[in-house]
T-cell receptor, first 113, second 115 residues
Framework: EPEVTQTPSHQVTQMGQEVILRCVPI?????FYWYRQILGQKVEFLVS????????KSEIFDDQFSVERPDGSNFTLKIRSTKLEDSAMYFC???????????FGQGTRLTVV | AQKITQTQPGMFVQEKEAVTLDCTYD???????LFWYKQPSSGEMIFLIY??????QNATEGRYSLNFQKARKSANLVISASQLGDSAMYFC????????????FGTGTRLTIIP
């Protein structure tokens, strides 16, 4: 069964460093998303991406964040200068046209120290 | 804006019993979808079931059913014959139904199945 794949599963980084979280969505899907979940809290929307551009972003998704789909298969989230409060589980999700449900990757746990 | 409310932070249920997880929602848009996701301790988000706002019948997927009461704006998840593997965090979510609409999640309910 096709699945969304995220790498790495866990990343530890120093405050102020740049991180890139990688995702390979399901191959025929058209809509891509990043969500985050701070430990013990609910899942929050960060950004949606369609047709090679951002379609919506939340107030969390400030200038420190960017997304790219560099090669038609990968979908990346970059945090330019990490802060302690960026520590969270980051989920990538993708959705097919005409389908209602989004499928999530297994998540990347980011720890900023 | 959409809002999801889950008022049960935790529930304990005996194995093989049925359990209902509560979810209420708020939106002014007439076209929306309601979802339930399961998050086991390993952390991944697993899609369970979907209900569209115009669907006449309650959605069912195996042991999962969604008790959709539109007038009350509730979308409760019912798990029949609970199993130990059902122990997990359960999130209710909603989205508008056009294209790439994002999911808005509730705070979740931690379900523990007791042997």
């Amino acid at each position: 069964e096709p699945e969304v794949t995220q790498t790495p599963s866990h990343q530890v980084t120093q405050m102020g460093q740049e991180v890139i979280l990688r995702c390979v969505p399901i191959s025929n899907h058209l809509y891509f998303y990043w969500y985050r979940q701070i430990l013990g809290q609910k899942v929050e929307f960060l950004v949606s991406f369609y047709n090679n551009e951002i379609s919506e972003k939340s107030e969390i998704f400030d200038d420190q964040f960017s997304v790219e789909r560099p090669d038609g298969s990968n979908f990346t989230l970059k945090i330019r200068s990490t802060k302690l409060e960026d520590s969270a589980m980051y989920f990538c999700a993708s959705k097919d046209r005409g389908r209602t449900e989004a499928f999530f990757g297994q998540g990347t746990r980011l720890t900023v120290v | 804006a959409q809002k999801i409310t889950q008022t049960q932070p935790g529930m304990f249920v005996q194995e093989k019993e049925a359990v209902t997880l509560d979810c209420t929602y708020d939106t002014s848009d007439p076209s929306y979808g309601l979802f339930w996701y399961k998050q086991p301790s390993s952390g991944e988000m697993i899609f369970l079931i979907y209900q569209g706002s115009y669907d006449q019948q309650n959605a069912t997927e195996g042991r999962y059913s969604l008790n959709f009461q539109k007038a009350r704006k509730s979308a409760n998840l019912v798990i029949s014959a609970s199993q130990l593997g059902d122990s997990a965090m359960y999130f209710c979510a909603m989205s508008l139904v056009f294209g790439n609409e994002k999911l808005t999640f509730g705070t979740g309910t931690r379900l523990t199945i007791i042997p």
